[in-house]
């Protein structure tokens, strides 16, 4: 194994990070906070318990137990944003945590031992366990997202679209990409538009 895998995982949850932002940016503030019901999790909470989850666990990550003590896992799940400001805060400061430590990992680093309630990972397996709980919660954010919104725009291939779509793509040459580069370039294409 070479640091191929830690460019591809890095890449993978920056796009699950976009598909939130996309979703965040298609709501009215207003519809961050709506929940289903009493047992349902509103966008908010779900950013609140993402945050809350990043901070703990990579926060000082190959030295520190990740379930953190003065992390409030329980409290993840009372809302107590008063802005879409406020949560987009906390969003970015999970993911900025995240984010530096992953980028600070070495291949070597891949087959140490961390500790989460006591229980031994391999880097390797904390990496994969969270590449399956955050996506899991960000299919949640964009699943209400839908639901919410006066007008979705597709944040993947649109209904009706595919047939065009795989004939765009296979009239090119074969070639090695990772499946989020044109994702990832197109968002980083539009920030630099807006600036």
């Excluded at 802005?83 to 805060?89: A, C, G, T």
């Amino acid at each position: 194994m070479n640091n191929g895998y830690l460019e591809s995982v890095i890449k993978q949850f920056e796009y699950y990070k976009m598909l939130g932002e996309k979703t965040f940016s298609q709501l009215e503030d207003e519809q961050l906070f709506w929940q289903y019901n009493v047992e349902s999790n509103s966008i908010a909470i779900i950013v609140k318990h993402l945050s809350g989850n990043m901070l703990s666990r990579w926060t000082d990550f190959l030295t520190t137990d990740g379930e953190k003590e003065w992390r409030d896992r329980d409290g993840e799940f009372e809302n107590n944003f008063t802005s879409k400001q406020e949560m987009l805060d906390r969003w970015n400061e999970g993911w900025q945590v995240f984010l530096d430590t992953l980028n600070s990992l070495s291949e070597s680093d891949l087959i140490k031992i961390i500790y989460i309630r006591n229980q031994g990972h391999t880097v390797l397996e904390a990496i994969n366990r969270q590449l399956a709980h955050y996506p899991y919660h960000i299919g949640q954010i964009v699943f209400i997202g839908k639901m919410c919104a006066q007008e979705w725009h597709s944040l993947s291939i649109p209904k009706g679209n595919s047939k065009d779509y795989n004939a765009q793509k296979f009239s090119q040459e074969k070639h090695k990409v990772h499946f989020t580069d044109e994702y990832l370039n197109n968002k980083n294409n539009n920030e630099n538009n807006q600036n």
